[in-house]
């Protein structure tokens, strides 16, 4: 990041990304009403009026004509949201659980039939490229798995397209554990995958960005909750500046 008053374009996007303005509850409204299932409405609304990270990341990616492509994208939030706000280039998303997905579909074919959702592991090939998002996904994975997956995300960055990730790094203070416990709860409670847990490091998302390649900014996204969400932002430069 760049020190000084000079503030880039990734930092002015940031700093607009906390501010959703009045079209926000309408598309949450509009989404959530979406799903055949009672409890989907329910959640869907909770969760997408509740969760900074939909507005965050339509203030980050409203400007990008580069497709998108979610990774674990659960039953589609964020792709319908973004849908709902205007972002018009196209949109996939992919999840390894097979009842996510379907419901995601559904939706899709009925109100969304330009977005395409696909039952598939994250570890499998990965054809697209453009912007990327990976939210609340890194921790299920095991770190070997996580160095694979971003390794394997990073040449899918097209120029000017962001990586964009929600988690909650493993910073060991009082809200790392809580984020850590709620996580628990939750797998006990819900459809939420039932594996071993693995917040990041910092350091260890940010070893596979190179400086002259990213802008990058790792900021603070937990709205009015006590958890250690954070948003990881890495844009690849659309030129690579020479050296010298
Ligand atoms: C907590 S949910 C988050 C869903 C969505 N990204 C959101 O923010 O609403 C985590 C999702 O990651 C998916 N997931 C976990 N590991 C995966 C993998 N290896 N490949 C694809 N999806 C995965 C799970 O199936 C689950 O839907």
């Known amino acids: 990041m760049k020190n000084g008053n000079a503030r880039t374009a990734l930092e ?10 009045e079209s926000h ?17 329910l959640y869907a609304a909770k969760k ?5 990270v939909f507005p965050a990341a339509f203030e980050l990616l409203r400007a990008s004509r580069e497709p998108l492509l979610d990774v674990g994208c659960g039953v589609g939030l964020l792709g319908f949201y973004l849908r709902e706000r205007g972002f018009q280039p196209p949109i996939a998303g992919i999840d390894r659980d097979g009842r996510k997905i379907a419901r995601a579909q559904a939706v899709a074919e009925r109100h969304y039939p ?3 959702f696909v039952e ?9 490229s453009g912007s990327l998002a990976l939210f609340d996904v890194l921790h299920y994975l095991r770190p070997d798995e996580q160095e ?30 809580l984020t850590y416990l709620a996580e628990r709860f939750a797998q006990a409670t819900t459809w939420n995958v039932r594996t071993s847990l693995h917040f990041p490091t910092r350091a260890a998302v940010a070893a596979h960005f190179l ?4 802008e990058q900014k790792i900021a603070p996204l937990w709205g009015d909750t006590p958890f250690n969400n954070h948003l990881f932002i890495f844009r690849r430069r659309a030129i690579a500046p020479v050296a010298g």
């Open 12 to 21: 002015r996007d940031c700093a607009c990304a906390a501010l959703p303005d």
């Open 25 to 41: 509850g309408a598309a949450c409204t509009r989404v959530a009403s979406r799903f055949p299932e009672l409890w989907l409405r």
């Open 48 to 52: 997408l009026r509740s969760d900074p």
């Open 114 to 116: 330009a977005l395409e």
């Open 120 to 128: 598939q592991d994250a570890a499998d090939n990965l054809e697209r």
């Open 148 to 177: 694979r997956l971003l390794a394997r995300l990073v040449p899918r960055i097209a120029p000017g397209g962001m990586l964009l990730i929600r988690d909650c790094p493993r910073d060991e203070n009082a809200r790392f554990w």
């Open 211 to 214: 400086h002259n390649e990213f």
